[in-house]
Structures are given as structure tokens and as C-alpha cells.
């Protein structure tokens, strides 16, 4: 494992790279992360909804325990995820590697195609197919959707902020293990956390709500209202409280390590 110094160097490395890629593959990877995320989300309303009444809570556990498949496979395996880059890119930002036209360029596109990744997987597996159509399923799925949208505006943001700060530390870590199984293991926890608590994440509410819409269970104006506010959350828990506090927390470290390389 990487010390916190050299996850700071190899994090901003990362996000100059994700910079640096043609819109092509910002859209494919963008799409995929999306996508992702979703299946992750469409994974916990699975494992969840049959045993949601007898367990009560304890079924959260276990549908916080299998959604991390999502960000593992983008993380692992490739693809562009937007609550990821607000840390890594920024990090990069922080460190004057990337312009801030370089950095909204990189969120809008990806956002647009993570957005265009998840309503794709509710509405051709969840709602097409029937995954999140009938019976508990879709008991499970308006009642994720309504407690989402149900929330006022500052708990939104507030939620979107405790959210991304475990995503970015999970990317984070990623970023800092050496193999596969400490990056596995680097995902899992943080992700799981955030999903047991209940925080908001975006892109996987850019799923979980259009879902609902698709079996008139919420309207757009909700989604739109909704993926606002946890939007505006998701950047400050990124931005400011991984990228920003671990840059001003290691950047002396990771500058006099590249200075002693140098000599």
C-alpha cells in the first residue's frame, strides 16, 4: 500500500489523464460507468426486496453489501465515473496540472453520459425486462425512490456531501493498493458504508428515480429537483473534503518526495 503522499502524486496523475482523453472515449467510458453504478443498485433491490419485511434493517446491510459491485468494476475493470473524477480531477486542479475549463469540460461529459448510462439500465432491464416492474420489487424500488425525493433540499445536499466523501476515499485508496485484492477490499468498505447509511449518490438516483418514473412512481420534475441538490453535494464531499483536505494534508510530503527523486 501506498503512503498517503504518493496516493496524493498518483491521484493527480489520474485525474490529468482523465483530462486528457478524447470525447470518444469519455462518452463510451462515461455510458459504462453509468451503467455500472445502476446494475449495482439494481443488484441491492434484488437482493433486498424478498427480505426487506423480515429483516427490517438488516436488509440494507445486505443490499449495501452487494451495490459495491458496480464501482469495483469501473474502478477495476474501466470506465469514468463523475462523483470519482470531482475528487481525482480536482486533485489535479489543486495541484495546477489541469485548467478549470479542463476540469468542467471533463464533468459535464461525463455526467451527461453517466446520466444517459442509468436511465438506459432502468428502463431497458428494469422496466423492459421487469426487474423493477411487479410485486416487491417494485415495492422496493418506490420505496427507495420516495425516500430520495422526499427529502428537503439541504438534506439532499447534505446526504449528496456524505456520500461522495466515501466514494472519494474508496478512490482514494484504489488509487494507493498495489493488487487487485487490496483494491477490492479498498472499494468495498467505503461503498458499503455510504449505501448502509443511506447517503445519496447522483448517478445511482439518476437510476433508482427514473426507474420509479418508468413505472409512475415519480415525475422527471422530481428527478430534476432531486439531482440537483445531491449533485451540489456530491462535488463539495469530493472537491473540498478528499481532494481539497488530503491535498493541503500531504502536498509538502508528495512535493519534497518528488524533490528527492529528482536529485
Same mark, same amino acid.
Given at each position: 500500500?501506498?503512503?498517503?503522499?504518493?496516493?496524493?502524486?498518483?491521484?493527480?496523475?489520474?485525474?490529468?489523464?482523465?483530462?486528457?482523453?478524447?470525447?470518444?472515449?469519455?462518452?463510451?467510458?462515461?455510458?459504462?460507468?453509468? $451503467?455500472?453504478?445502476?446494475?449495482?443498485?439494481?443488484?441491492?433491490i434484488r437482493a433486498v426486496a424478498s427480505v426487506?419485511?423480515?429483516?427490517?434493517?438488516?436488509?440494507?446491510?445486505?443490499?449495501?453489501?452487494?451495490?459495491?459491485?458496480?464501482?469495483?468494476?469501473?474502478?477495476? *475493470?474501466?470506465?469514468?465515473?463523475?462523483?470519482?473524477?470531482?475528487? $481525482?480531477?480536482?486533485?489535479?486542479?489543486? $495541484?495546477?496540472?489541469?485548467?478549470?475549463?479542463d476540469l468542467i469540460k471533463n464533468w459535464l461529459?461525463?455526467?451527461?453520459?453517466?446520466?444517459?448510462?442509468?436511465?438506459?439500465?432502468?428502463?431497458? &432491464?428494469?422496466?423492459?425486462?421487469?426487474?423493477?416492474?411487479?410485486?416487491?420489487?417494485?415495492?422496493?424500488? &418506490?420505496?427507495?425512490?420516495?425516500?430520495?425525493?422526499?427529502?428537503? =433540499?439541504?438534506?439532499?445536499?447534505?446526504?449528496?456531501? *456524505?456520500?461522495? =466523501? &466515501?466514494?472519494?476515499?474508496?478512490?482514494?485508496?484504489?488509487?494507493? $493498493?498495489?493488487?487487485? !485484492?487490496?483494491?477490492?477490499?479498498?472499494? =468495498? &468498505?467505503?461503498?458499503?458504508?455510504?449505501?448502509?447509511?443511506?447517503?445519496?449518490?447522483?448517478?445511482?438516483? !439518476?437510476?433508482?428515480?427514473? !426507474?420509479?418514473?418508468?413505472?409512475?412512481?415519480?415525475?422527471?420534475?422530481?428527478? *430534476?429537483?432531486?439531482?440537483?441538490?445531491?449533485?451540489?453535494g456530491n462535488i463539495i464531499g469530493g472537491a473540498?473534503?478528499?481532494?481539497?483536505?488530503?491535498?493541503?494534508?500531504?502536498?509538502?510530503? !508528495?512535493?519534497?518526495?518528488?524533490?528527492?527523486?529528482?536529485?
Amino acid at each position: 500500500m501506498m503512503n498517503p503522499a504518493e496516493i496524493l502524486s498518483a491521484t493527480i496523475h489520474h485525474g490529468q489523464e482523465k483530462v486528457k482523453r478524447p470525447f470518444l472515449e469519455k462518452a463510451v467510458l462515461g455510458f459504462i460507468g453509468g $451503467a455500472m453504478i445502476s446494475f449495482g443498485y439494481l443488484l441491492y433491490i434484488r437482493a433486498v426486496a424478498s427480505v426487506a419485511e423480515p429483516l427490517g434493517s438488516l436488509a440494507s446491510l445486505i443490499g449495501a453489501s452487494v451495490f459495491p459491485i458496480g464501482l469495483i468494476v469501473i474502478l477495476l *475493470g474501466g470506465g469514468e465515473l463523475i462523483t470519482s473524477n470531482m475528487t $481525482a480531477v480536482s486533485t489535479s486542479f489543486f $495541484a495546477k496540472k489541469v485548467r478549470f475549463a479542463d476540469l468542467i469540460k471533463n464533468w459535464l461529459v461525463i455526467t451527461i453520459f453517466n446520466v444517459l448510462g442509468a436511465i438506459f439500465v432502468a428502463f431497458v &432491464f428494469g422496466h423492459l425486462v421487469g426487474l423493477t416492474s411487479s410485486g416487491v420489487f417494485r415495492e422496493e424500488l &418506490f420505496r427507495l425512490a420516495q425516500g430520495k425525493i422526499g427529502a428537503s =433540499w439541504y438534506q439532499e445536499i447534505l446526504s449528496g456531501i *456524505g456520500c461522495n =466523501w &466515501f466514494v472519494g476515499i474508496a478512490m482514494w485508496m484504489c488509487y494507493g $493498493a498495489k493488487d487487485a !485484492a487490496g483494491k477490492l477490499l479498498a472499494v =468495498w &468498505f467505503p461503498i458499503m458504508a455510504f449505501v448502509a447509511i443511506g447517503f445519496q449518490h447522483s448517478v445511482a438516483n !439518476a437510476f433508482v428515480i427514473p !426507474a420509479a418514473i418508468f413505472e409512475h412512481g415519480a415525475t422527471w420534475l422530481d428527478f *430534476g429537483r432531486n439531482f440537483i441538490f445531491v449533485y451540489a453535494g456530491n462535488i463539495i464531499g469530493g472537491a473540498i473534503f478528499v481532494a481539497g483536505f488530503y491535498t493541503l494534508g500531504y502536498r509538502r510530503q !508528495a512535493r519534497e518526495r518528488i524533490e528527492q527523486k529528482s536529485k
